[in-house]
């Protein structure tokens, strides 16, 4: 969770005609790191949001997301987290 003055960093990224953001946010409970990310369409304004594999680090976790968002976007599931592929 991040509390009022805590700065999350964020990465915006176009990425083959998308759009999207990557993040990491500290478990409050656990001590991990989640990482999430958001893709954004604007023709139809639709938002998805997906969560990466909580990690120890916050930016490995940030480059998992980052990761994650781009094999979503390229389809390849077998990249994607909780894939038994």
Known sequence: MVHQ??????????????KFVASAEQ????GLW??????FWITTA???ESFATALNEEGKTQEAANAEARAWIDGDAAKL???TE
Do not use: A
Not at 7 to 12: A, F, I, L, S
């Open 34 to 39: 989640n990482g999430r990310y958001k893709r």
């Open 46 to 48: 639709s938002l998805y």
């Open 27 to 30: 478990d409050d409970t656990t």
């Open 81 to 83: 987290s909780g894939t």
């Open 5 to 18: 003055g805590d700065q999350m960093n964020v990465d915006n990224v176009d990425y083959k005609g998308y």
